[in-house]
């Protein structure tokens, strides 16, 4: 069963922007502890941005002052902006959750920390 469904993921080219969207079933993402991921051809699977507890929210340092993550109004959708998008961001972008039933301490980009995965959406960027 996919509990989780991202959507959004495009070509652009260098310096363009694209959002994208993950729409969870049931109460998926209605726990604080939400990110997303990325993985590239041949690299491990990355934390790019992430929120906790208290809305905190972290974010890789190759994303930071570029991408935003955030909720969709009136929704537990899952949101991930990212502008002046460069080359090296192309790869597959993943919404992970950790179980509302689980304790969230802290905000993490580790993916030892999240329990459900979406399918992904790819992001491809040209220079």
């Known amino acids: 069963q996919v509990l989780l469904v991202e959507s959004g993921g495009g070509s652009v080219r260098a310096g363009g922007s694209l959002r994208l969207s993950c729409r969870g079933s049931g109460s998926i993402l209605s726990g604080p502890c939400v990110a997303w991921f990325r993985q590239a051809p041949g690299k491990e699977r990355e934390g790019v941005a992430a929120?906790?507890?208290?809305?905190?929210?972290d974010y890789a340092d190759s994303v930071k002052g570029r991408f935003t993550i955030s909720r969709a109004g009136g929704t537990n959708d899952l949101l991930l902006q990212m502008d002046n998008l460069k080359p090296d961001d192309t790869a597959m972008y993943y919404c992970a959750a950790r179980r509302p039933s689980s304790a969230c301490l802290f905000t993490s980009l580790s993916r030892s920390r999240y329990d459900e995965w979406g399918q992904g959406t790819q992001v491809t960027v040209s220079s």
């Open positions: 929120t906790g507890p208290n809305g905190n929210t």
